[in-house]
């Protein structure tokens, strides 16, 4: 690290600096990191994602004008100033952050879903109890394997309490294990008891509707690598990135810059809840690698250039 420091000196003893350099370096990294974290907690549940977006909008703001302050900043003569240990941490775990983020955007429900999941959740929409009034056809035994439960999938006439008072619903292919369903037997169904429509939906399996990007148990995956990432980051832009990194260098900041871009044009369809899935969904799936790809350039860009001159 000193060979490192001292070379970066003997190569480049001037640099540029000012008060709106460090402003705008501030800004920019801060609207990211803030775009991240309200991707990651949910802000906004469902597409158009206005908060984020308007987040990493100012981020890019910052980011021009971070590279037009260090062109008119002036010159100062010596060894760059040390990085500071809270702007090494930032990065650190922003970029793996900020990939978890481009992740759970790939599985971002369409605003249409997002508003029907919110407009249930509102009329109480959960697992309950009702009674078969009679069966609707005839029932089929499951083939199960001859150590599982066995079951029968049948049309049922359900008596849904609405709180507008209660209805006959029509549920198809509803399953019950070990006897065939007959009337005036239990079942367990989701619905939402508040809400007014007629063809409010009445499902056997509630995990269908809800909102939030991915589920616990890929969040749980998706958590072990960032810790991971961002640990080993951390040991390593603390003891191995040269200071040149953090002053404006067209050949190393540009490039890191349009890659960004990139992944935030590629975000953009799904944040905005133009589209769900297909091309969308692969465009933000393969913006995971641009904070990574970003980082990658500049740190080996810089070690290029001071090999170099």
Not at 79 to 104: E, H, I, Q, Y
Not at 194 to 215: A, H, K, M, N, Q
Not at 270 to 298: D, H, N, Q
Request: with cysteine; proline share 8%; glycine share 10%.
């Amino acid at each position: 690290m000193v060979q490192l420091e001292k070379a970066s000196a003997r190569v480049r003893s001037t640099y540029r600096r000012s008060a709106w350099t460090t402003l705008t370096g501030w800004g920019m990294l801060l609207s990211g990191a803030g775009a991240v974290g309200c991707v990651l907690w949910g802000v906004s549940p469902y597409p158009p994602l206005v908060t984020e977006t308007g987040l990493a909008a100012l981020a890019v703001v910052f980011a021009v004008a971070w590279i037009v302050a260090s062109r008119r900043a002036p010159q100062r003569t010596g060894l760059p100033p040390d990085r500071g240990r809270a702007l090494v941490w930032l990065v650190a775990w922003l970029v793996p952050l900020a990939t978890m983020a481009c992740f759970n955007l790939r599985f971002m429900v369409s605003p249409e879903y997002g508003r029907e999941t919110e407009r249930l959740e509102a009329a109480r929409y959960g697992e309950y109890s009702v009674t078969v009034v009679r069966l609707a056809g005839n029932p089929v035994r499951g083939d199960n394997a001859s150590d599982e439960p066995v079951f029968f999938e049948t049309d049922l006439v359900l008596r849904i309490p609405y709180d507008s008072g209660p209805r006959e619903v029509t549920v198809p292919k509803m399953y019950t294990r070990h006897k065939p369903p007959k009337a005036g037997m239990r079942i367990d169904v989701s619905y939402a008891p508040g809400d007014p429509r007629p063809d409010s939906p009445v499902l056997e399996d509630g995990r269908r509707w809800g909102t939030g990007v991915i589920g616990s148990r890929m969040l749980v995956l998706t958590i072990v690598p960032v810790i991971c990432a961002g640990a080993i980051l951390t040991g390593a832009l603390s003891y191995g990135t040269p200071r040149a990194a953090g002053r404006f260098t067209p050949s190393v900041h540009l490039p890191a810059f349009g890659i960004l871009l990139l992944g935030l044009l590629l975000l953009l369809p799904t944040a905005l809840g133009r589209e769900a899935g297909g091309p969308a969904g692969l465009a933000a799936f393969l913006s995971c690698v641009t904070p990574g790809a970003a980082l990658a350039w500049i740190w080996c860009s810089s070690f290029r250039l001071i090999d170099s001159e």
